[in-house]
Each structure stands twice: as structure tokens, then as C-alpha cells.
């Protein structure tokens, strides 16, 4: 079965033409500015969150792993999410696992973001991490953190869409630009989209 990452996820719910370019056309995908300023920013904000506790998170104490691997077989779909607090409820046992997305803007989370997080939640849970109740966004410019619930809606919204994404690339059809307009403003793809 074919592997998306959470990237992919994330990109198809804000244009399904993106995740059609990445898989039927692989040759032309660009590396914008942007994407640079972005990892830089994101290794930045690694090496702060190494030195604050947890408060920003409601937290007294637990355990913060950085940039963890995942994949899950099962969903087809892999991903890295930049940290993941274990939450220790005493003599070794955990009470609660948190995945933690920085994020680059100021601090707009849209539908695409609770998907991203819920896909880390998913696998968490695959890999035997225990049910994934929350997770939180942090915000670099703001240094503002936003819980995020993982409901039953968003787990059902990541399988739904996973399935409508390996359906898209097995027919390779490609699909039509998203209703809002200014999103292709600052889509990297920009330039080989000809009816925007
Ligand atoms: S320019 Fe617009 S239609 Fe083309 S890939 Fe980007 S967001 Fe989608």
C-alpha cells in the first residue's frame, strides 16, 4: 500500500493538487524560501522548548521526546511530530501521551492542523501508545500554545481522507484548485498551475 506522510495530509486538505503533483509528477517539486525559513525557525524553537518546563502546556512534569519517528502500516501514513510529552502517573506507568506541533504563523489553526495533529494521534496510538485524548499547537511568532481535542470527527476525517488521496494518485486524475483562491497566492506550485 502506498505510504502519505502527515505533510501530504496536511497539503491535501488545503489544495488536493499539491499531493497529486508530489506523487503522478515527483520531478517537480520546488523548494521555496519559505520551506527554508520554516526548518530554520523550527530548529530555533526545538532548542527553546529544550530549556522551558511544561507550564506552557498545563503540565507539572513529563517527559518530552523530540522529533519522533512514526508510521503506521495499518493507515499507510508516516510522519515525524516535533515532540511528544509522557505524561507519568507513578512506578513507571504513563497516564496520558500529548503529541506537540510547532507551527510558523502566528497562530491561525485551521481544519488542516487538528488533522496533522490527530494523524500523529493515530499513530501514536497504533504503536501502543494508549488512547491520545489531546494534543497542542505552539506557535513560534506568538510563543502561544492551543490544546486541540482528538475527537471521534477528526479520527474519522484522517481515514476518510487518506482514502480519497490513494484513490486520487491510483487514477491519477488531477484534481481541480481549491475553492478559496488565495491560497494559491503563496502556494510554491504556483507557476505550474495554469487556471489560477
Ligand atoms: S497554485 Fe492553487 S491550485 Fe495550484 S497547487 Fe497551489 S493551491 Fe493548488
Known amino acids: 500500500m502506498l505510504t502519505f506522510t502527515v505533510t501530504d495530509l496536511k497539503q491535501y486538505t488545503f489544495c488536493p493538487r499539491i499531493v497529486y503533483y508530489t506523487y503522478c509528477l515527483p520531478l517537480i517539486r520546488p523548494m521555496t524560501y519559505k520551506m527554508r525559513a520554516g526548518i530554520e525557525a523550527h530548529d530555533a524553537a526545538e532548542g527553546l522548548e529544550r530549556r522551558r518546563n511544561l507550564s506552557a502546556y498545563g503540565l507539572q512534569q513529563g517527559e518530552r521526546r523530540f522529533d519522533v519517528p512514526l508510521v503506521s502500516e495499518r493507515l499507510g501514513l508516516s510522519g515525524k511530530v516535533d515532540m511528544v510529552i509522557r505524561v507519568l502517573a507513578g512506578e513507571g506507568s504513563v497516564?496520558?501521551?500529548?503529541?506537540?506541533?510547532?507551527?510558523?504563523?502566528?497562530?491561525?489553526?485551521?481544519?488542516?492542523?487538528?488533522?496533522?495533529?490527530?494523524?500523529?494521534?493515530?499513530?501514536?496510538?497504533?504503536?501502543?501508545?494508549?488512547?491520545?485524548?489531546?494534543?497542542f499547537l505552539y506557535f513560534?511568532?506568538?510563543?502561544?500554545?492551543?490544546?486541540?481535542?482528538?475527537?471521534?470527527?477528526?479520527?474519522?476525517?484522517?481515514?476518510?481522507?487518506?482514502?480519497?488521496?490513494?484513490?486520487?494518485?491510483e487514477r491519477e486524475a488531477m484534481p481541480g484548485p481549491p475553492r478559496r483562491r488565495a491560497r494559491c497566492v503563496t502556494c510554491?506550485?504556483?507557476r505550474f498551475c495554469n487556471d489560477v
Open 95 to 135: 497516564a496520558e501521551v500529548i503529541p506537540v506541533e510547532y507551527k510558523h504563523s502566528p497562530g491561525r489553526a485551521g481544519h488542516h492542523l487538528f488533522l496533522q495533529l490527530t494523524a500523529y494521534a493515530l499513530m501514536l496510538e497504533g504503536e501502543g501508545e494508549g488512547v491520545v485524548r489531546r494534543g
Open 140 to 169: 513560534i511568532p506568538s510563543r502561544r500554545t492551543q490544546e486541540v481535542a482528538i475527537t471521534p470527527a477528526l479520527r474519522r476525517d484522517v481515514v476518510g481522507q487518506l482514502r480519497a488521496m490513494r484513490e486520487m494518485v
Open 188 to 190: 510554491e506550485f504556483r
